[in-house]
């Protein structure tokens, strides 16, 4: 190092202290190494000074490393992800992610380790600012989200039963919230850190359809499942999906809906049947034959549009069919920890 130039600041996230001492040992005076043991700790760390780049430990006490990356990519710091031997592909899946490079622990020497560091440095991504665009709309939509909910609440209240203080049931306002929280998992779903997480699709499908249930007491639901294995989802997302599908079939619907979820190491199905209504069927099978164009968004129905979005960035499917006079709307996800390049512990 130049005599006079300060070393630059490397911010070290992993909860070995054996290993830090490590590293710190390895890069000398080389380089100024602030300690983190946790992704709390790390994050402030960062909001409390600047760094030159970031070597980041995958599993960590309160979460992985892939949780910081937005954090990273918002201050556009260079990351140094490191994985242990045998998880070399999850790395790679990293620096799709966001990350510069990556680290085998068990082949860490100080080659290696000041190499890495100086190459981050030299070469940040590119397409770094389109990262830093999506996570900046996520916390929008997340913002924007909580002030809707302020706003409905409020407005649920303004209009609360005169004779007992009771709230009233809102349709409009039910529907403003469910597609604020359906744009939220959207907007989480592109962020470069989002990660599938295990669900019991049939738990999950109960849970919506007895919400439901509150709303609409005198609509007959018939639930039924097959889902003894775990879907590698989201489970917001698919939540969402699974509400907005039963409200489209309750609409003047008095004879009743059925849904019937079922998982395999494949895919989950859901499958939504009802009685067909004439115009609102075809509009249904019309929207999903052919993407809304911008002119055409006051008339269609925003739920199933936000509905397709979810489907599509899980990377699965959505269909209806039509026979005499019953309708169905088929949902099928695919069951994988590879939707987004996930990196295991």
Known sequence: MSEGLAPPKILLVEDDSVFRMLVKRLVGEDYSITEASSLDAGRQELAQQRFDCLLLDFRLPDGNGLQMLPDAILLDLPVVMMTAMGHEQLAVDAIKQGCQDYLIKDDLTRASLTRSLANAMRHVQADRQAMRSRIALQKIVAAAAGKCREATTSLRNICCDQTDGAPKRE??????????????????LTSVSWTPESISLGELAKEVADELQMLLPDLPIDLSSNSSLTLKSDRDAV????????????????????????????????????AANGDAVRSIQSQLDARMQPSDQSSGNMGLEVVRLLVEQLGGRISMEEASENAQIQIRLPNSSTLSGTIAS
Not at 171 to 177: A, E, H, S
Not at 248 to 271: E, K, L, P, Q
């Open 171 to 188: 349709p409009m306002l039910d529907q403003l919230d469910h597609l604020m929280d359906g744009l939220v998992a959207y907007s989480r």
């Open 239 to 274: 939540k969402a999906i699974c509400r907005e599908v039963l409200v489209i079939a309750a609409v003047d619907n008095v004879n009743g809906i059925s849904m019937f979820t079922t998982t395999d190491v494949n895919a989950a199905t859901i499958d939504v049947k009802f």
